[in-house]
């Protein structure tokens, strides 16, 4: 085929292709009255101009805007004088929401056949797009396509709901004490920084409850690490069925058979009394302890209140309820010592 040919069979397709994608109306004009052919993902083989020129009016109707063509491979071919053709593999980019048609390749032919002496006219077209099947008269199968990125959009909300449920079960957990279920030690520490922060703006006191499970080094060695461990579940259940219900409170494990309680808006008096009423909870359990003084499971209590100054660091109501805890250890344990101001 020589150049002079070959160019102008690219200059017929492309001057088609650009007429379609523009759904220019001027393309109605250049089909032959001895046409066939048929359309996108239909069933229907076109035999007439006049039905062919109905199904272009309903493509441009159907998609109104500029169709994005990007070819993919084109073939033209010399099939006589008056008659050549050209095979196109291309993408279309429908100007709607598609994660379809873009991804698929389409494919048409084209035949040009000369019906004058400089005129050529389009005697044949045969698209094929490989996605489902146009119905109602469709060309483009839009309704398979918008109930397919309904169920895209379906399927991402779905998969995003997932992943934040992920990413909130991954942070609880990695707040979250693996043996007891309650806050642990970094979560504390993040707790104790944020509300102490917000009582410096605020004026308000913070209170923080230190407790230590009396003799746990005897019961792990008299009954089992296995029964130590349900021991510190058992307590932890209690601190937190006896500390609900207060705004802001958190009990967390702080080490080993440690636990903090953190008392947000709290005095110091009330914070010991919320402490005795955990050594009465833990009284009442009854938690079999052979050899200790009481027969049972018990807890010393440290508790320390502050107003939190400009400049000072929460480690201060650290340091004073540890201080405490350690004076009802040497006063006999299985007591409530509350920290004085000045300490």
């Not at 005795?276 to 508790?303: C, D, Y």
């Amino acid at each position: 085929m020589s150049p002079e040919r070959q160019r102008l069979i690219r200059l017929l397709f492309e001057e088609y292709i650009e007429l379609y994608a523009a759904r220019d109306a001027r393309l109605l004009e250049r089909f032959s009255d001895n046409f066939s052919g048929f359309s996108g993902s239909g069933d229907r083989l076109i035999k007439t101009r006049a039905e062919w020129i109905g199904v272009m009016q309903h493509d441009f109707r159907q998609v109104p805007g500029r169709i994005g063509i990007q070819m993919v491979d084109l073939l033209v071919q010399d099939l006589g004088s008056d008659l050549v053709a050209a095979t196109a593999f291309f993408h279309i980019h429908l100007p709607i929401p598609d994660a379809l048609f873009s991804q698929e390749t389409a494919r048409k032919v084209v035949l040009f056949r000369r019906e004058d002496i400089d005129i050529w006219k389009i005697a044949h077209v045969s698209v094929s797009i490989p996605f489902g099947k146009a119905r109602d008269n469709e060309v483009y199968s839009l309704h398979e396509l918008r109930q397919h990125n309904r169920d895209l959009e379906t399927l991402v909300q779905e998969r995003t709901e997932a992943l934040a449920q992920a990413n909130h079960s991954l942070a609880v957990l990695s707040n979250t004490d693996t043996l007891t279920g309650v806050a642990n030690r970094h979560h504390f520490d993040d707790a104790l920084a944020h509300e102490w922060a917000r009582a410096q703006r605020a004026h308000t006191p913070v209170a923080l409850i230190m407790l230590d499970v009396d003799g746990f080094r005897p019961f792990n060695e008299h009954y089992g690490h296995l029964a130590g461990d349900a021991c510190l579940q058992t307590l932890a259940l209690t601190l937190v069925q006896t500390c609900a219900g207060r705004e802001g409170g958190l009990v967390a494990r702080f080490g080993g058979e440690e636990f903090m309680v953190l008392l947000p808006g709290v005095d110091g008096l009330v914070a010991a009394e919320v402490a005795r009423q955990i050594q009465e909870a833990i009284r009442h359990l009854a938690l079999p302890h052979e050899g200790a003084p009481w027969g049972s499971v018990t807890a010393s209590f440290g508790v320390a209140s502050l107003h939190p100054e400009r400049d000072q660091l929460p480690e201060a109501l650290v340091r004073q309820a540890d201080r405490a805890l350690l004076r009802a250890k040497q006063l006999g344990r299985n007591r409530v010592e509350v920290a004085s101001t000045g300490a």
